[in-house]
């Protein structure tokens, strides 16, 4: 995606411009270019669960530790009928392991277990209390998911399966990584700030409590030679992008001045009112509206699979290739 752009040449003390109207002097760089989005958001929790109690009788052991994933073979928490309380707390009988030990055959105890592997939101568990049937244990999800925002200049940049790298925001030296999935452009006339948004699956072994405030980084594009400077030194003027640059100067009248050195012939310039000096705005990138949805070409409507969004700015396609 190219833009038309032009430089904008100044020279401050000539023009009467204040001083404070320029922040710092830059310079116009090549090298490598990674564009890179940047984004936030927090952690959510799908398919909640409650592990219940299967037989009325007594817990004895608890386990399940909040904030923490379990394997479908961990026991999180044992029950046992009431029958094998009560020998238990008979008195003169051996402990509690050789009681149950002993009458495991008939009055065996109750594991509490997920189905499958499950994160532990809360438990309510507590060892020697007695439940009925159906008494809620402990409460559990199946996943964690990051949900995320990016804002409507980077929108087109962003596609599924990019890299996300991510961190609780305030442990920004805790990386983690994942892969862009759901990503959906904001709908006009939605009641939210513009942009798209996106969600992360969290694996057990790379994950964000849930609630964690996190801030994280997407390489949209990666080059290896390439000029560049800070997108808040371009100005636009209409659909033109315009850099202010150091230019040197040799006779001046109050109509022209003699440029000496900085820009070549033919290049375009903008010329700056100095009493509208205030109004004038860096440039940002702009939101790319979404294409409409294409017609389905032959068979029964909506019998196709939804693809993926594409973005597009009104008179220019989306790159097929970013990183060249």
């Known amino acids: 995606m190219t833009k038309k752009a032009g430089l904008l040449c100044i020279a401050l003390c000539l023009c009467g411009l204040s001083p404070a109207f320029a922040q710092k002097v830059g310079e116009i760089r090549r090298g490598p270019f990674r564009g890179i989005v940047r984004t936030q958001g927090t952690v959510v929790v799908e398919d909640i669960a409650h592990l219940d109690a299967t037989i009325e009788g007594r817990i004895e052991t608890v386990s399940a530790v909040p904030n923490q994933w379990a394997d479908s073979s961990d026991e999180l928490a044992t029950l046992s009928t009431m029958e094998l309380a009560a020998m238990i707390d008979a008195k ?14 008939v009055f065996k105890p109750t594991p509490i277990r997920c189905g499958s592997e499950c994160y532990v939101l809360k438990v309510f568990a507590k060892p020697k209390k007695l439940v009925k049937p159906g008494a809620a244990l402990i409460e559990t999800a199946r996943k964690l998911r990051l949900i995320g925002r990016v804002r409507a200049g980077d929108a087109h940049w962003v596609r599924n399966g990019q890299l996300i790298e991510f961190w609780d925001s ?28 996106f969600s992360v699956l969290l694996s057990p072994k790379h994950f964000l409590p849930p609630g964690t405030d996190w801030e994280g980084e997407i390489v949209v594009v990666d080059k290896k030679d390439t000029l560049r400077v800070p997108t808040s030194a371009l100005i636009r003027y209409g659909d033109e992008l315009f850099l202010p640059v150091r230019v040197s100067t040799g006779i001046t009248t109050y109509d022209e001045t003699e440029i000496t050195s900085g820009v070549t012939d033919r290049t375009l310039f903008l010329i700056l009112n100095p009493s509208k000096i205030e109004s004038l705005k860096t440039y940002e990138p702009r939101p790319i509206a979404p294409r409409p949805p294409k ?8 019998s196709e699979e939804p693809s993926e969004p594409e973005y597009v700015e009104p008179g220019s396609e989306y790159p097929s290739d970013l990183n060249q």
């Open 92 to 105: 003169g009988v051996s402990s509690q392991e050789t009681v149950e030990h002993r009458w495991q055959g």
């Open 295 to 302: 017609k389905p070409s032959s068979g029964t409507p909506g």
């Open 170 to 197: 305030r442990r920004p030296d805790q990386k983690i990584q994942g892969r862009v999935e759901d990503l959906a452009l904001d709908v006009p006339g939605q009641n939210v700030a513009p942009g798209a948004s």
